[in-house]
């Protein structure tokens, strides 16, 4: 803010007492400009022009490409993202998320899908229903000898 100056965002087309400027349009640039309140003939354009960026795209909801159940020889599962570019993957409905969309090593439990822009970590998108990696299965019983 200075004082003596109004400011102007359509390189001087209006002018407005604040310096503040709301509501702007994405997507746009807008040229800045000020001049004296005594003599509106002074006036200054800004050296460069401040653009506002367009609305970013939400991320498209994630999908799971594959799921490994445990097995007796391998205890832990695995889930697999279909891929996107510009995300983020999260299984903990987005408590933490990684550039992999490969999860490997998960325990039996549900797990819930859910992305993130990596541009802009607001835009979010997740998937309506639980991944759920199965319980180890029982290994076969001990053989025993019937008869002998």
């Known amino acids: 803010?200075?004082?003596?100056?109004?400011?102007?965002?359509?390189?001087?087309?209006?002018?407005?007492?604040?310096?503040?400027?709301?509501?702007?349009?994405?997507?746009?640039?807008?040229?800045?400009?000020?001049?004296?309140?005594?003599?509106?003939?002074?006036?200054t354009a800004a050296a460069s022009t401040v653009a506002i960026n367009a609305i970013p795209v939400a991320p498209v909801p994630p999908t799971v490409a594959s799921t490994t159940q445990p097995t007796c020889g391998v205890?832990?599962?695995?889930?697999?993202f279909t891929s996107q570019s510009g995300v983020e993957y999260s299984i903990n409905n987005g408590v933490t998320y990684q550039l992999s969309a490969t999860f490997s090593g998960l325990n039996p439990g549900d797990y819930y899908l859910k992305v993130r822009s990596t541009t802009d970590n607001t835009c979010t998108a997740a998937n309506a229903t639980k991944v759920t990696i199965n319980a180890v299965p029982n290994a076969?019983?001990?053989?025993?000898?019937a008869t002998q």
Do not use: R
């Open 75 to 80: 205890p832990t599962g695995t889930i697999v």
């Open 140 to 145: 076969p019983a001990i053989p025993t000898v």
């Open 1 to 43: 803010a200075q004082s003596g100056v109004e400011y102007s965002i359509d390189n001087g087309a209006t002018y407005q007492t604040t310096p503040v400027f709301s509501g702007l349009a994405a997507a746009t640039t807008y040229t800045l400009k000020v001049h004296s309140t005594t003599d509106t003939t002074c006036a």
